[in-house]
């Protein structure tokens, strides 16, 4: 009779008390990770001074001078532009001519290839730069065929970077 009752109450401890319900969970974590879209660049040196130019001359900088430090989250392209030249009496932004000069640039890739454009038009200057991959590029100034003035010509070349698509 004992083992009965033994059998009886271990019976309904069964039934009272789940078997699985001792080792289930009851709650899960689910950790969420996000890297924002995020661009920033910035370019060494910041400037060139030329110096005293001849007239349809190359100088530059070479093809490699500056660098464009990346520290985007994702991968970017790179362009360029210029705003034009400036000065008491300015050149005019086009192909070598008559008190008429212009930019090329190199993506560090083999030559002077790309021409600079003038604001607002941009151009590509690197494509599909990686994270952390810090691209290198160059100047060079083709200069009027002749001049009839001396006023010191300046302008500014702008890169801007973009998230590859």
Not at 1 to 6: C, F, P, Q, S, V
Not at 24 to 31: D, G, H, I, K
Not at 81 to 91: F, H, I, L, R
Not at 137 to 144: F, V
Request: include cysteine; hydrophobic fraction near 40%.
């Amino acid at each position: 009779m004992r083992k009965t009752l033994i059998a009886i109450l271990m019976a309904l401890a069964l039934v009272v008390i789940p078997v699985g319900s001792a080792f289930a969970a009851t709650t899960a974590a689910v950790t969420v990770t996000a890297t924002p879209t995020f661009i920033s660049i910035t370019n060494l040196p910041t400037s060139w001074g030329i110096g005293v130019v001849a007239a349809s001359t190359t100088p530059s900088t070479g093809e490699t001078n500056f660098t464009i430090t990346n520290s985007s989250s994702v991968p970017i392209d790179t362009t360029i532009k210029c705003n034009g030249w400036s000065g008491t009496s300015s050149w005019t932004y086009g192909a070598s001519g008559a008190n008429t000069g212009q930019l090329k640039a190199s993506n560090g890739s083999g030559g002077y290839i790309i021409t600079v454009p003038v604001d607002p038009s941009t151009i590509a200057l690197h494509s599909n730069v990686g994270v952390g991959n810090n691209p290198q590029w160059g100047l060079q100034l083709e200069a009027p065929s002749s001049f009839s003035f001396g006023a010191e010509q300046t302008t500014t070349v702008t890169i801007s970077a973009s998230q590859h698509s």
